[in-house]
């Protein structure tokens, strides 16, 4: 027995890491999978040595090189969470080793070790941080271990070794180690004068490598001094980034000072209650739901998993531009855009295809829409865009991707085949591209694919410019040019209807049922009950069934007599006669 407490004792902190990393690993893969895919459609990590150099040759550019080497496995929510939680144990136990060497009275405050790590998960509520930060944090929490390991004699030397040596692989977090340096001098050396002597030139020291790498890189000092890739938006201070900097060094240099209690047990039940439900009620501030959603939405888009998006909008009305877009196109996808257009809420035609704007979080989005419909320039005009919209100026591989697929579809050849040479040479496209490449040239492979070929059927031969006012006219010569092409069917009839215009609408119908296509889903048949109602005229004799016609009466009974804020219309809902009535 006495044995087993011994073991116990001595490796309870190692099971409380590991199952903080289990944690850490079933919240990334279960809860916020989206982010990993977020993160990892907008970058294009190269295997190639052109590519790795020009990552080396800039101050933090090895810790970019493993953290865009790492967030390519962020394609698969398993790999990508094991990943985090790996980097989140690791800064964990890095903290606790430093806590160790400053004080023998660590052990009692292991629950202090966490503190770092869990305002580092705060912050990767943004999704602009990259996870360069993360591993520069490593970079330059080994650096002050092997300082605290090495011998006093030597560690002069090792300063002017490691401080230009640390500022070019990791970027700013050396200002981490300078701050150690100065601290630990001051607290450990027998003269303080000599202690803040050697303190302040290895801070001044670690200043003037940022200031000299100015000559040497075309960035702004601001930059060199905030890290070049650890926030997406280049030109936006995240302060969370410095708190979290100086909580890797105060939280163990903290404890220098921190007298011993008897009753260590209480002591770290208290620190333990204290740290982690402050985490739990900052993390709503920063982890925002409504954010997440709209990924989610992009992320099974991306996939083409048009059901899912389906089932995720029955479960919760979607109310956001792009999460409403996402859900008329998957409806669209599946045939059922007709019938279920109201059973959603709708804020216009732009639930279609919202407006063009510069931003690379939502243009894919509406470029999707646009491929899905056959509008292959469009769709290649859009990926363009998205990719050259990058804050951060980095590449998609989502963007190339699609990029190759429209050069293809286009029968640019040489176009594509530099596109599918690009993701070649990256970890987890090349296999797709290989695959692919053979079709370069083959116009019958080509037709007979079952995506390319279908998008050369759809798309319009001729090239021309349109503006967004006018995407009803461009539904209606989709379907002119293909009449097999439902998705343009469906979005030229709702256009009008989310356009509260029944007169354009009229006209669209006829013309559709002058195709003979045979489509009559409930929204339409409910828009021409309410424009015959308008002429104060009968449809056809069987163009519309009596149900509806009956249910049409209630509706106009109800709204004459209690106005459109009378509860029983609220069954009407989901009706053409409902939205027209701007009753929503």
């Known amino acids: 027995m006495p044995i087993r407490m011994s073991l116990l004792s001595k490796y309870w902190k190692i099971g409380v890491s590991l199952l903080f990393g289990v944690v850490v690993f079933l919240y990334w893969w279960l809860v916020r999978p989206a982010m990993l895919s977020y993160q990892e459609q907008y970058q294009l990590f190269l295997m190639d040595g052109d590519y790795l150099r ?96 090495i011998g006093k004699r030597y560690r002069a030397y090792l300063i002017i070794l490691l401080v230009p040596l640390l500022y070019w692989l990791a970027g700013p977090t050396v200002l981490m180690f300078a701050a150690w340096v100065m601290i630990r001098q001051f607290q450990t050396a027998d003269s303080k004068w000599t202690a803040l002597l050697i303190g302040a030139l290895t801070v001044i020291y670690a200043i003037a490598c940022v200031l000299a790498s100015s000559w040497l890189v075309p960035y702004p000092l601001f930059r060199l001094f905030y890290g070049i890739d650890y926030y997406r938006f280049v030109e936006v201070y995240y302060w969370m980034v410095l708190i979290t900097m100086i909580l890797c060094v105060l939280i163990p240099i903290f404890l220098y000072w921190v007298p011993s209690f008897k009753k260590t047990l209480w002591v770290g039940i208290g620190e333990t209650v204290v740290v982690f439900g402050a985490f739990l009620l900052l993390r709503p501030s920063f982890y925002d739901a409504r954010k997440y959603e709209v990924m989610e939405y992009d992320y099974l888009v991306r996939c083409q998993d048009w059901n899912a998006i389906i089932a ?36 216009g035609t732009q639930g279609l295809t919202p407006p063009f704007e510069r931003n690379f979080s939502s243009i894919m989005l509406t470029g999707e829409v646009y491929w899905q419909l056959g509008l292959v320039n469009s769709a290649q005009r859009f990926a363009f865009e998205m990719m050259e919209a990058i804050p951060n100026y980095a590449k998609s591989c989502r963007a190339v991707k699609r990029l190759a697929e429209t050069n293809l579809v286009n029968g640019e050849y040489e176009v594509a085949r530099k596109y599918l040479r690009m993701l070649e040479k990256t970890l987890c496209y090349s296999q797709w591209a290989k695959r692919i490449m053979p079709l370069v040239g083959n116009e019958k492979a080509i037709n007979e694919h079952p995506i390319y070929g279908r998008m050369r059927k759809l798309r319009l031969k001729n090239d021309f410019m349109f503006s967004d006012q006018e995407l009803d006219k461009i539904f209606g010569q989709l379907l002119m040019h293909n009449q097999q092409n439902g998705l343009a069917l469906q979005y030229l009839l709702a256009y009008p209807l989310l356009d509260r215009d029944v007169n354009k609408f009229m006209n669209y119908m006829i013309y559709v049922d002058g195709l003979h296509l045979g489509y009559r889903p409930s929204s339409c048949m409910e828009a021409v009950v309410f424009a015959y109602a308008q002429r104060n005229q009968h449809p056809p004799q069987g163009y519309v069934n009596e149900m509806m016609l009956r249910r049409f009466s209630d509706f106009v009974n109800i709204y004459s007599s209690g106005g459109k804020d009378a509860p029983q219309l609220r069954q009407y809902r989901n009706t053409a006669w409902y939205y027209f009535m701007g009753v929503r």
């Open 312 to 347: 995720k909008a029955d479960k919760k009305t979607p109310d956001l531009p792009m999460t409403v877009c996402a859900t008329n196109l998957a409806l669209g996808m599946n045939g059922q855009l007709g019938d279920r257009l109201f059973d959603f809420y709708q804020n």
């Open 54 to 149: 020009q990552l080396l040759s800039v101050p933090d550019g090895l810790a970019r090189c493993i953290g865009e080497f790492l967030t390519q496995y962020y394609i698969s929510h398993l790999l990508g969470a094991l990943v985090l939680a790996v980097i989140f144990v690791i800064i964990q136990r890095l903290v606790w080793r430093l806590m160790a060497s400053v004080s023998e009275m660590a052990r009692e405050h292991y629950a202090l070790s966490f503190i770092p790590i869990l305002s580092l998960w705060l912050m990767l509520g943004d999704e602009s941080v990259l996870l360069t930060f993360p591993v520069a944090l490593i970079l330059a929490l080994v650096t002050m271990w092997v300082y605290e390991l």
